[in-house]
């Protein structure tokens, strides 16, 4: 990671959402940026046979503010659906529907058409790497009707946003992709190291460590001449003081999912 310069401010001043320092401004989100909705998605396969333009969708973002897919769509989509191209570095999120308490985020990596449930912000006046990380910090009001969930977008402009000057956006907004970047090849290692583990485990589980010379055909596989094979129920006992009570039913979670105090 680069060394990176940041300012060390001694001034502060009393803002409408706290002290902050001097050189820095609250600004609201419609005077840095432009913000509408997208557009219908196209109705009909033949919109999307043969297609060569993406197409975001909601499902389309990840939980950790990636945009991970897209649907391509017909020129002849665009033109009867007169569909708006947006440009790479805009940012969207979930403007309807459940997906807002999930509070996704992300960059468009390159020109894409948006459905309409995303609303999509342009930058104007404000480094849009940093806007995009002040976006996911950021809690919105949602509004309910008839159990809909949705953001307004005149009530999006009024966000305030916290704006230093331009370097030391850049700045911030570098560190902070760095460590995505440095968390996202963690998180590539442990995948790779889960399917080596994995890997592992079904040479152990059925050839075992040492070397064996001799195997034999069983009901469950090949397996080394010296092993068995034999039922659960004839090497332990699986709950025995345990009665299902008739009639209920039993929600079962992965061992991840599951805190310590479960077993206290």
């Known amino acids: 990671m680069s060394k990176i310069p940041f300012y060390r401010e001694k001034n502060f001043k009393k803002t409408e959402i706290g002290e902050i320092p001097k050189e820095w401004e609250v600004r609201k989100l419609g005077e840095i940026a432009h913000l509408e909705g997208g557009q219908s998605a196209p109705q009909g396969e033949t919109y999307f046979k043969n297609g060569k333009y993406p197409f975001i969708r909601v499902q389309h973002i990840s939980n950790n503010h990636k945009i991970i897919g897209y649907d391509l769509i017909s020129e002849h989509a665009i033109k009867d659906y007169h569909l708006k191209l947006y440009p790479k570095g805009a ?120 070397k064996h010379k001799t195997f034999k055909d069983t009901e469950i596989g090949r397996i080394p001449a010296e092993w068995e094979v034999k039922r659960l129920g004839d090497i332990c006992e699986i709950n025995p003081k345990y009665k299902v009570q008739k009639g209920k039913f039993y929600k079962f979670l992965p061992m991840e999912a599951v805190s310590e105090d479960h077993y206290r």
């Open 91 to 210: 940012i969207v999120f979930p403007k309807s529907g459940a997906s807002i308490f999930q509070e996704k985020r992300a960059i468009l990596p390159f020109d894409s058409y948006v459905v309409s449930h995303l609303c999509v912000v342009i930058p104007k006046k404000v480094d849009n790497l940093f806007l995009y990380y002040s976006l996911i910090r950021k809690k919105f009001s949602i509004n309910i009707n008839d159990n809909y969930p949705s953001l307004r977008i005149s009530d999006l402009k009024k966000v305030l946003i916290l704006i230093p000057p331009l370097e030391e956006q850049k700045n911030i907004a570098k560190v902070l992709k760095d460590f995505d970047d440095l968390l996202e090849n963690i998180e590539k290692q442990i995948k790779t190291l889960k399917r080596v583990k994995k890997g592992l485990m079904n040479i152990y589980f059925t050839k075992g460590v040492f």
